[in-house]
């Protein structure tokens, strides 16, 4: 019940301000092109606003290749109106302050030329990033306690692919084929592997056989993992070959302990639960504690955890939300540091939505552990 409650109200949160912004980018047309009839600018914000998740809703009951299609065409939709609001709202900024140096008359002008072309230039920018392949990022992190024998060990770290019915499958294929070539020891997945409409366990079996890491693969739910359901994302994580942490710890035969958590926010982990999983860590050996959303980093580094490692947050995907979800998570992406704990936050191999990123780059990480 919490959670249904919970998913209502971000839905009806976040179809308010869906069409708050399409009524904005309306207004400032109508402004600027006088000559475009109001009746359309005043029907269209909330029938578009509306129709986009309507779709995505649709999406889940049915998997022809005509809803395929339209819910293509809604995640790029709702890509572009973000992008395009913020444009419009900087450049309404922008105006309003040069038209006390120009002139509003000519301030408008200006707009009316520059804001349009902008918008097509970050929208185009943004579907580029989106179908960009994954940039391969090598990063060293000195762990205490590592045995003289683990000095190179290297971790192949990936999540948020968010499989789909419009995530390529080639998005899947280019990201093992930088694994296989790096032939890691050990090989960790961040949770966010699938969404509504990927179904080819086949393909995912065959992967599976291709990636053989001596120490395993292994990997935590993300939250789409809930909403995909349970049952269904198990047998994925399992086609992939990924032994999943459900709350749980395992110890790898060359010492080296990992633990994982549950998504944090819809199963509602708790710090105390989340401490009662690492203080089954010993101290004295080298660990890694995986959570998909970047939180209780500080309460790793406080129980002798020597690197932590989350994703969820996609680096933001699309500029400026990484501005806005760092008002929600104090880690956003990259390297952290605290004494000699350390914490890595992924852009992701994937992306969510809309098929884009602006100003992100999606990517598949290797860490290579060094003796600290």
Request: contains cysteine; charged residues 15%; aromatic residues 14%.
């Amino acid at each position: 019940m919490r959670s249904i409650l919970g998913f209502s109200l971000f839905m009806s949160s976040f179809t308010l301000i869906y069409v708050v912004m399409h009524y904005f980018v309306a207004w400032w047309i109508g402004r600027h092109f006088p000559a475009i009839p109001a009746l359309p600018l005043r029907l269209l914000p909330p029938l578009l606003a509306i129709a986009t998740p309507g779709m995505l809703a649709a999406l889940r009951h049915s998997h022809g290749k005509l809803m395929m299609l339209g819910s293509y065409c809604a995640y790029i939709w709702m890509g572009a109106i973000f992008i395009v609001f913020w444009t419009v709202l900087a450049g309404f900024i922008i105006e309003w302050l040069s038209g006390f140096a120009f002139g509003g008359e000519a301030a408008n002008l200006w707009a009316a030329r520059l804001v349009p072309a902008c918008c097509a230039f970050f929208v185009l920018l943004a579907l580029y990033g989106g179908f960009r392949k994954p940039a391969l990022k090598h990063i060293e992190i000195p762990m205490k306690n590592l045995p003289a024998g683990m000095n190179g060990f290297k971790i192949g770290f990936f999540a948020d692919m968010h499989m789909s019915a419009i995530m390529p499958v080639s998005h899947l294929l280019d990201t093992c084929d930088k694994l296989k070539a790096e032939n890691p020891d050990l090989i960790i997945f961040g949770g966010d592997f699938v969404d509504p409409g990927f179904y080819d366990m086949a393909l995912l079996r065959e992967l599976s056989a291709q990636l053989k890491p001596p120490y395993g693969k292994y990997a935590v739910f993300g939250n789409h993992e809930y909403y995909y359901s349970v049952r269904g994302a198990q047998e994925v994580y399992d086609s992939f070959g990924l032994t999943t942490l459900h709350n749980d710890t395992a110890a790898l035969s060359n010492g080296l302990q990992l633990a994982g958590i549950d998504d944090v926010r819809v199963m509602h982990i708790t710090q105390e639960e989340a401490d009662r999983v690492m203080d089954k860590l010993d101290p004295a050996k080298p660990s890694i504690f995986i959570t998909h959303e970047p939180y209780f980093f500080e309460d790793a580094a406080k129980r002798g955890v020597g690197l932590a490692l989350a994703g969820h947050t996609h680096a933001g995907q699309i500029f400026p939300f990484n501005l806005i979800i760092s008002l929600t998570y104090k880690y956003i992406y990259g390297l952290y540091s605290d004494g000699d704990a350390r914490f890595y936050v992924t852009s992701g191999s994937g992306w969510w939505g809309p098929p884009m990123r602006l100003f992100t780059r999606a990517e598949v990480v290797i860490i290579t552990l060094t003796p600290k």
